[in-house]
């Protein structure tokens, strides 16, 4: 349910609602936008008189709401959330870039990636320590020791840290981490959703490789139901019949989820395409379609990079599409 309230309503009037409301077992989310405020309520709102709400003098309308999530729900949020990582805005029109390798290999490797696409204007660093691989042969990540070697990454450049999360027992490892991924193998991983809303950590939520958008949402109202409301969407491809692509980027999930949710979106093409060559064009297209920042994977050394070596740019590659990305902000801003 919904409640607009009328203009100028006195904080002390707003106040006894909410405890009347909150006595009724209601919790409320207060939105304050420049002429309204909104409040969104959340819980069983069946005991509710809707008529009796609507009857207050300082209520201007009250609507029913059938749907599914609620705390992500742009209804009761009508603002953009706005997230800020260590001073790094993201939503709301401040963009992010986010850039380094898919998995965290040595010392040398992170610090120089760091350096380079922070030099090309990424503004956080990722770096996989703990891999979901498709087989247990494969890199696993150097866990605990890859998170070391991204802090000194951090250290050396100031860029906050972005990195996947595959358990909540290496919740402890990660305290110091700036934001967690949950990658899109996990995206449903409901018990690690709730466990992480308990956290104040900002969370990078992956869409899964078969979900809708509304699975994607239900996902990011676990974490935001559990108490944690700093949460980024990311479309990072999804499986479809077609061929030649590792995955199908979707474009217009961004403005529908722009459309049905207040949080960030960030785009993923490295992991929607799996190849370089086609990261800068749907980077460019995610960017014209609005994304609030784009994750992109870059290597100094793809040809031996331990995971995901074919769709990660080089510095340089990165660089050139950095300067691209900035055009296509200005040019879609006006
Ligand atoms: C990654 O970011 O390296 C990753 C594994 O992503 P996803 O969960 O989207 O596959
Ligand atoms: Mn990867």
């Not at 595959?166 to 449903?188: H, I, K, W, Y």
């Amino acid at each position: 349910m919904v409640v607009a309230l009328k203009k100028n309503v006195s904080e002390e009037k707003r106040a006894q609602l909410i405890d009347w409301l909150g006595g009724m077992g209601i919790k409320v989310h207060v939105s304050e936008g420049e002429f309204t405020t909104v409040l969104g309520l959340i819980g069983d709102t069946t005991k509710v008189d809707k008529d009796l709400i609507e009857s207050l003098d300082i209520v201007d309308s009250v609507t029913r709401v059938s749907e599914a999530f609620k705390c992500c729900n742009r209804k009761f949020h009508p603002e953009d959330t706005i997230i800020d990582v260590k001073g790094v805005k993201i939503g709301g029109g401040n963009f992010c870039m986010i850039a380094g390798p898919c998995s965290v290999e040595t010392e040398e490797q992170i610090v120089a990636v760091a350096k380079a696409v922070k030099a090309s204007g990424a503004n956080m660093l990722r770096g996989g320590a703990f891999k979901p691989r498709t087989s247990p042969y494969d890199f696993q990540g150097l866990h605990a020791r890859g998170l070391e070697l991204l802090k000194i990454a951090r250290e050396e450049t100031g860029l906050p840290i972005v990195t996947e999360i595959m358990s909540t027992n290496d919740l402890p490892l990660f305290e110091d981490v700036d934001v967690l991924q949950v990658g899109a193998r996990n995206m449903q991983n409901f018990e690690m959703l709730k466990e992480l809303g308990k956290t104040d950590k900002p969370i990078l939520l992956k869409r899964g490789l078969a979900n809708t958008l509304k699975e994607l949402l239900m996902s990011a109202e676990y974490i935001m139901a559990s108490g944690n409301e700093k949460v980024m969407l990311c479309e990072r491809g999804i499986r479809t019949y077609s061929d030649y692509t590792r995955n199908t980027m979707d474009i217009s999930a961004i403005p529908m989820l722009h459309e049905l949710s207040h949080l960030p979106v960030i785009a993923d093409p490295s992991h929607a395409t799996g190849m370089a060559r086609l990261v800068p064009p749907m980077a460019m297209a995610a960017t014209a379609a609005g994304a609030d920042g784009l994750i992109i994977e870059v290597h100094n050394d793809p040809m031996h990079a331990l995971c995901d070596g074919a769709q990660s740019l080089r510095p340089e590659e990165f660089d050139a599409l950095s300067k691209k990305i900035t055009a296509v902000r200005e040019a879609s801003l006006g």
